[in-house]
């Protein structure tokens, strides 16, 4: 009876503790770390790529997600805790990647002129900033001090833009690189200041030691710190592993050393970022694991937590944070453009080249943020200024896009000369996934082949497993060559992805193009995930060809080919006229250009420019979108052939992207390909990458257009 009782008491408590923990794990706020993670991790996985689809940056996004599961949202998570200190880290990160990928050899290169502007940028920012936070605003010295520095800085987000354009060896560029480097280093050395007035720091003796301190702080930095970094990659070249946590503890050392003397760690970040600068090279295994590992987790966490922040009520019911949204964004954006406008009168710039510097240095995100978020921690500014921050940098970031991107074009429009050289040699791939409709690929390629007509076809089978590879695809393939006289070569490669090893493989034969197949389909499922072609889009360079003839390929008489405003600016417009106009020729179609009659003109002088003599005819259209309804009425022995961009080439629009669902949609059961030109290698960017500035993570410069 004992025995029993012990155990009916032992199991109630054991129920007890189990409904009690239950209770604790499914109550609002969640303090489990691995639901608070989970959460976390799903955030930053879905927000970037729902916000992507329609078009809007994904650091809002983020933003927002933690507004929503802060306090003032729905209480879903803590802003306390791992958040709290992810956050952290991701805000050290942030700043070590602005300072890291700063490109320092232009900043030597135009000196003078660098100082000059970056003198401007920041101090009429700051002086307009300081004037209207105590004229309007009527704020203390401290929080107008700090708000004006958050005017003061800026981040290159609209960067890749004329990285992708080719002009980032061009001066206008490379006087917004250095004077964000100034600017923003000035800033930092402001946030010094307004901390030590904040604390009540003002005897003598307390400036003379810090200014010791920092003395033998910034010659450590500068001085010891790169000849440890040397040391250690010399001895250490082949561990990776060890290198990429080197790295990340030598900024937190930075930051550590920085709190000892009473400064905050983003400046050592940020300086730790200037030093390595020069140690780690752009186009290296370890920077891209640096900023990998930055975009993907740590900087996602960071904005989340500075959503937690926001008081959402308070920015939704009251008129405070938006009357001084309004305020900041307009002085903010005016100021920048008058620092731009001056260094345009002094050095005697155009005023297209004035408006590239004003687009890539109006972008208030990476420094601001930490600034910001800092006062607000410490009390010297309240809720509403870290909410107003919060649309300054979106606001703002929405107009250097858009300024740097049509000021960029116009710049190429401008210089970029018609005359493109052909590809040499000439290597093609074909990704396939069975037996179907490979005949008509595979004698597309041979006929559309620039030159060395000897070189084989490479037929690309994609498997997940050695086990899947098809024999009977490749003995398929074989056949069609013997049968052909096509040479053609089967090869395969594992990956757990599709499109990432079409990429690998093109990269390893060094291919020229890729041509695919498509049935015409497009589902809302490949909207929402993406299709094999997106991935390869992103991740390659090469043009590729999305080829679907259904009927015998001798059996075409006319190839319509629909070009797009602009087109005849793209650095491959020689190759795919070249492709197409070879492909004409073999099976004796005559070609007819479809173009919108406001760029006639420009196209036809471009192909007389190329030397590209043979016959052709013209058909001129007020609407881009009627030549799809009109073509997809020609006969069954067209091919119609729709010329593509690829996103931040010169040709590029919105419109451009809904291709594939118009020829879904009217042209399913036409012959037709859609080409994508080649995008010169410049900057592969990552999309996820929020704040970072440059986003330079594999340069390699081609041709410069200016």
């Not at 920041?122 to 708000?147: E, H, K, M």
Request: hydrophobic fraction near 50%; charge should be positive; proline fraction near 3%.
């Amino acid at each position: 009876m004992h025995t029993l009782c012990s155990f009916t008491t032992n199991l109630a408590i054991t129920t007890a503790n189990t409904n009690s923990m239950a209770n604790s794990l499914f109550s609002l706020p969640f303090h489990e770390p691995v639901v608070v993670f989970c959460i976390t991790l799903l955030v930053i996985l879905i927000i970037p790529f729902v916000f992507s689809k329609f078009k809007l940056p994904g650091i809002i996004g983020l933003i927002l997600a933690g507004m929503l599961l802060g306090n003032s949202g729905f209480n879903i998570l803590e802003s306390e805790g791992s958040i709290e200190l992810l956050g952290n880290v991701g805000l050290m990160y942030l700043m070590f990647l602005a300072g890291l990928e700063l490109d320092m050899n232009t900043f030597v290169q135009n000196r003078n002129k660098n100082l000059v502007f970056g003198f401007l940028t920041f101090a009429i920012p700051f002086i307009t900033g300081f004037w209207v936070c105590r004229q309007f605003l009527n704020y203390d010295l401290l929080p107008s001090l700090l708000i004006s520095s958050m005017f003061s800085t800026q981040t290159l987000i609209a960067y890749p833009i004329v990285s992708r354009l080719r002009l980032t060896k061009t001066e206008p560029v490379g006087i917004a690189i250095g004077g964000t480097i100034i600017t923003d280093t000035i800033v930092l050395l402001l946030l010094i200041l307004i901390i030590a007035l904040h604390n009540g720091e003002s005897s003598t003796n307390y400036w003379l030691f810090l200014t010791g301190s920092i003395a033998v702080y910034m010659y450590f930095i500068l001085f010891i710190f790169p000849r440890i970094t040397r040391w250690f990659f010399k001895n250490t070249s082949t561990d990776i592993i060890a290198q990429y946590v080197f790295v990340l503890s030598m900024v937190f050392l930075a930051g550590t050393l920085a709190k000892f003397i009473n400064l905050e760690p983003i400046i050592g970040a940020f300086l730790a970022g200037i030093v390595l600068n020069r140690q780690i090279p752009h186009s290296s295994t370890l920077m891209s694991r640096v900023e990998f590992i930055g975009n993907a987790i740590f900087i996602p966490i960071f904005l989340v937590y500075v959503g937690m922040l926001i008081d959402l009520k308070a920015f939704i019911s009251g008129w405070e944070s938006l009357k001084l949204s309004l305020i900041l964004i307009f002085f903010a954006i005016s100021s920048k453009w008058l620092a731009a406008y001056l260094t345009q009168k002094i050095f005697l710039y155009k005023t297209i080249e004035r408006q590239l510097i004003f687009g890539l240095s109006t972008a208030h995100a990476a420094a601001t943020i930490a600034i910001i978020l800092i006062g607000y921690k410490m009390g010297i500014v309240d809720i509403n200024v870290l909410n107003a921050s919060v649309v300054v940098i979106f606001a703002s970031c929405i107009v250097s896009a858009f300024v740097t991107e049509r000021t960029a074009k116009k710049i190429v429009l401008k210089e970029t000369p018609h005359q493109y050289e052909q590809e040499k040699v000439e290597k093609i791939i074909i990704p396939v996934s069975n037996t179907t409709n490979i005949l008509p690929l595979i004698e597309f390629a041979n006929f559309s082949k620039i030159q060395n007509k000897k070189s084989p076809i490479y037929i690309l089978n994609v498997v997940k497993d050695e086990n899947e590879i098809s024999t009977k695809l490749a003995k398929n393939i074989e056949n069609i060559s013997v049968s052909t006289e096509i040479p053609a070569e089967f090869i395969a490669r594992m990956d757990i992805n599709i499109s990432s090893g079409i990429v690998r493989a093109s990269k390893e034969i060094m291919a020229s193009k890729i041509i695919m197949g498509w049935n015409g389909n497009y589902s809302t499922r490949e909207w929402i995930f993406g299709t094999i072609l997106e991935g390869v889009l992103r991740d390659s360079r090469q043009p590729i060809y999305v080829v679907s003839i259904k009927k015998p390929i001798h059996n075409i008489n006319n190839i319509q080919i629909i070009v797009p405003p602009l087109a005849e600016f793209e650095s491959n417009f020689r190759g795919w006229l070249t492709s197409m106009h070879n492909f004409a020729k073999q099976i004796s179609a005559k070609i007819v250009f479809n173009v919108l009659r406001d760029y006639q003109e420009s196209f036809s002088n471009a192909l007389i420019a190329n030397n590209l003599k043979f016959k052709y005819q013209t058909e001129v259209y007020n609407d881009w979108y009627s030549s799809f309804d009109t073509l997809s009425q020609k006969s069954e022995n067209s091919l119609i052939v729709a010329i593509s961009a690829r996103k931040g080439s010169i040709s590029h629009t919105s419109r451009i992207e809904i291709i594939p669902r118009l020829v879904s949609k009217k042209l399913k059961d036409k012959d037709f390909i859609i080409i994508y030109p080649a995008q010169p290698e410049t900057t592969s960017i990552d999309t996820r990458a929020f704040l970072s500035g440059t986003g330079q993570v594999n340069i390699e410069e081609q041709g410069q257009i200016v």
